[in-house]
């Protein structure tokens, strides 16, 4: 079976640039994570849907990022301006609804900003 | 809401020995429990995880976790580790109330030499 598929692997481009994440989560699951992680921060959550519709966006650092989740089968994280700091790995997880479900991760973006 | 904490964020352990990797949660409710490894350049994949019954738990790779209820503890164990065990291990819990979300743990840092 397909694992949650996330492109590209590798993105290195110039502060200011905008950058676009995208994630296939596992066929059949309802929710969608998009985490970050760093040395510095270890592992925080950015945002997550329920069946495509946000339900907490609290982590999401400043308005230039942004998620969206079109349909079932499809969700970006897009930064606009990209800054230096924003260089991480970025990881999206997917999940079936139920209690004690556990969620399924891609391999990561990892975003270098220069 | 929920906290999760591992004390050890780095364990050096020999090949073949035994190691154990704490855990320690605080929840206001009912919780469900989950160990992740993230070997390099991955992404998170679930080791074990409790849900109820038995408080000890056995994973993939030889591993287990023992919940303790009392102690409000989840610690990962392994008999005899070996080099490829190396990774970031991370603990994890879920209330069991419907539509909240996981809490990670920092992270331990097992590094298992030759």
């Known amino acids: 079976d397909a694992g949650v598929i996330q492109s590209p692997r590798h993105e290195v481009t110039e502060m200011g640039q905008e950058v676009t994440l995208r994630c296939k989560p596992i066929s059949g699951h309802n929710s969608l994570f998009w985490y970050r992680q760093t040395m510095m921060r270890g592992l925080e959550l950015l945002i997550y849907f329920n069946n495509n519709v946000p339900i907490d966006d609290s982590g999401m650092p400043e308005d230039r990022f942004s998620a969206k989740m079109p349909n079932a089968s499809f969700s970006t994280l897009k930064i606009q301006p990209s800054e230096p700091r924003d260089s991480a790995v970025y990881f999206c997880?997917?999940?079936?609804?139920?209690?004690?479900?556990?969620?399924?991760f891609g391999d990561g973006t990892r975003l270098s900003i220069l | 809401a929920q906290s999760v904490t591992q004390l050890d964020s780095q364990v050096p352990v020999f090949e073949e020995a035994p190691v154990e990797l704490r855990c320690n949660y605080s929840?206001?409710?009912?919780?469900?429990l989950f160990w992740y490894v993230q070997y390099p350049n991955q992404g998170l994949q679930l080791l074990l995880k409790y849900l109820s019954g038995s408080t000890l738990v056995k994973g993939i790779n030889g591993f287990e976790a023992e919940f303790n209820k009392s102690q409000t503890s989840f610690h990962l164990r392994k008999p005899s580790v070996h080099i490829s065990d190396t990774a970031e291990y991370f603990c994890a819990v879920m209330p069991d109330n419907y539509g909240q979300n996981f809490v990670f743990g920092p992270g331990t840092r097992l590094s298992v030499l030759p």
């Open positions: 997880a997917s999940r079936m609804s139920g209690a004690a479900q556990p969620q399924h």
């Open positions: 929840s206001s409710v009912s919780v469900y």
